[in-house]
């Protein structure tokens, strides 16, 4: 009897090792806390809790919380569900899903997509239940979430979700008292109204956007209004280069055309300076400042290429985004469809092009840094799948008018998003230098209580509608006028043209300058 004591105890203490050392380490699927935790049942049919529920809003947006391949994607008893088969014989089900972004084999990374939350059991609770399976036995997740360390991920944020009175108190204890709990929002201030001095002791890295440059003068809006006016001392504070990490501060002086490139190679570029930051200041966090197409560099390093990357990089405490076209931009999807839609487009593109590649201000359209940012992008969904590094909190800051970067197109569903007032004439540069998006950044970057909403963040992307709605009318405004006779002028001049290459059209042709040029003499005579 003892020895069967002996043995059962012996069974509860080196099992549980066994499954924490030999399963993946996971990352939360969601951002919550956990309402409802692990509890084992006695037996196989016995009742239970078999795996623990994230007290969440409905429309959160779950991520696999290890990679591996999804087994099943679907629903059961009308609520959705999603099966992910790991590493050493374990699988995990994300449940109380709505909308399933997954389907059944394919092969997800940690942090991907899989769906979003709607409601948990039965009562209409929102919420996300997790549960991890090794072999036929549930396993406690949250030993597996305890593995390793996760501090750096751990924020202190206000509560910006109250749970309603009629929720359990299992569900309501998750939560701090409402009477002792920090405000939902706070009013936003502008940078003027707030201390002088950095929101937090970060290392700096700001990214300009497209058609920037620093070399034969500066003119990138990130770089002239840059980290440094939120606070930053300048020794702490870097600068992307589109052209590499040789030069003064890491930053190697890059042309407009150096912007022009694949978005990809970018981020490669973005990994290599944070390999040297995190050299240069060991064990320091870092924030990225990012305006327009850095926006998008930055996410791209965040979703994939520090992911796969075996080199020891900085944690990315914060993103900021000016003016990112997280949903792309209508304007970059201009050049194709004026090419292939319209008979005058293609050359008016072809065109632009040119004065670009000679040193116009404004951006190559039929560069490939421009064909990513068109809505529907391979880049731009490849992204879409994917979250961002744990423990990176983000902020999208976008401004009503911005003909380039709509507001509705600046929004990023997974960070705090905000429309600040118009700030000038021209929304796109100068929401950088914004003096009240400014200092929503500044709160967001000491991790205060996020900006209430008001009238513009309601507004703001309507207009933004209607901005991106007008100018997609410009392929069929141009198609129009092309039907009302350009388009017949333009083909009697390209069928006047075929006819000079012909032998026959070039007699004709001798003979009329021939005519004309006596015609010409005679009046030159008086006659």
Same mark, same amino acid.
């Given at each position: ?13 080196? !099992? ?17 806390? *956990? ?6 049942? %006695? ?6 809790? #078999? ?52 389907? #059944? ?6 942090? @991907? ?6 409601? &948990? ?23 597996? +979430? ?27 204890? %998750? ?7 920090? =405000? ?13 001095? =950095? ?11 497209? &058609? ?14 840059? /980290?440094?006016?939120?606070?930053? /001392? ?12 040789? $030069?003064?501060? +890491? ?45 998008? !560099? ?47 487009? $293609? ?84 929401? *950088? ?14 991790? %205060? ?22 100018? &997609?009318?410009? !392929? ?25 290459? @012909?032998? %026959? ?14 015609? $010409? *003499? ?6």
């Amino acid at each position: 009897m003892l020895r069967f004591g002996a043995s059962i105890v012996l069974w509860l203490v080196l !099992v549980p090792a066994t499954v924490v050392e030999a399963a993946p380490l996971l990352i939360p699927p969601v951002d919550a806390p *956990v309402a409802v935790p692990f509890d084992a049942p %006695a037996h196989r049919f016995a009742p239970g809790h #078999r795996g623990i529920d994230y007290a969440t809003p409905a429309g959160t947006r779950v991520r696999a919380a290890a990679s591996g391949i999804v087994t099943f994607a679907g629903r059961v008893a009308g609520t959705g569900a999603v099966t992910v088969a790991h590493d050493s014989g374990y699988e995990s089900t994300y449940t109380s899903l709505g909308d399933i972004e997954v389907v #059944r084999g394919d092969l997800v990374r940690s942090g @991907t997509w899989l769906g979003t939350t709607d409601v &948990s059991h039965p009562g209409g609770r929102p919420g996300l239940h997790f549960a991890v399976k090794w072999g036929d036995r549930y396993v406690d997740p949250g030993l597996l +979430l305890g593995t390793f360390d996760v501090s750096a991920a751990i924020h202190l944020a206000p509560l910006v979700w109250q749970p309603p009175a009629a929720m359990p108190a299992a569900f309501r204890s %998750a939560f701090a008292d409402a009477g002792t709990a920090e =405000p939902l929002c706070r009013a936003p201030r502008a940078l003027t109204d707030l201390p002088s001095r =950095p929101p937090n002791d970060n290392i700096a890295v700001a990214i300009a956007g497209l &058609s920037s440059r620093t070399r034969g003068g500066l003119d990138a809006d990130m770089y002239e209004h840059g /980290p440094e006016e939120l606070g930053y /001392p300048p020794h702490r504070v870097y600068r992307f280069s589109y052209a590499g990490i040789d $030069g003064r501060m +890491l930053h190697h002086p890059y042309r407009r055309e150096d912007t022009f490139g694949d978005v990809r190679k970018a981020a490669d570029g973005l990994r290599r300076l944070l390999r040297v930051v995190a050299l240069r200041h060991p064990g320091a966090r870092v924030d990225l400042f990012a305006h327009s197409l850095g926006g998008l !560099v930055a996410r791209r390093y965040l979703t994939h290429t520090a992911k796969l990357s075996s080199q020891r990089l900085p944690q990315i405490e914060h993103l900021v985004t000016f003016a990112t076209p997280h949903r792309g931009s209508i304007l970059a999807e201009l050049p194709d469809r004026l090419s292939t839609e319209t008979l005058t487009g $293609g050359p008016l593109v072809d065109g632009l092009s040119a004065l670009s590649r000679l040193g116009a201000p404004w951006p190559d359209p039929r560069s490939p840094a421009v064909a990513q940012l068109a809505p529907g992008s391979d880049l731009l969904r490849d992204m879409s799948r994917e979250s961002v590094i744990y423990g990176t909190r983000a902020l999208a800051l976008a401004t009503p008018n911005d003909p380039v970067v709509t507001a509705d197109r600046a929004l990023w569903r997974d960070a705090r998003s905000t429309v600040v007032p118009p700030a000038g004439i021209y929304g796109h540069s100068a929401i *950088v230098s914004s003096d009240l998006a400014q200092g929503v950044a500044h709160a967001f970057l000491r991790d %205060a209580a996020p900006a209430c909403r008001g009238a513009w963040d309601l507004w703001g992307p309507r207009v933004g509608r209607a901005l991106a709605f007008a100018e &997609s009318q410009a !392929v069929r405004g141009l198609a129009a006028l092309e039907s009302l006779g350009v388009g017949r002028i333009l083909r009697i001049g390209r069928l006047g043209r075929d006819l000079t290459r @012909t032998r %026959a059209g070039r007699i004709a042709g001798r003979l009329a300058g021939r005519l004309l040029h006596r015609a $010409g *003499v005679e009046v030159m005579q008086g006659r």
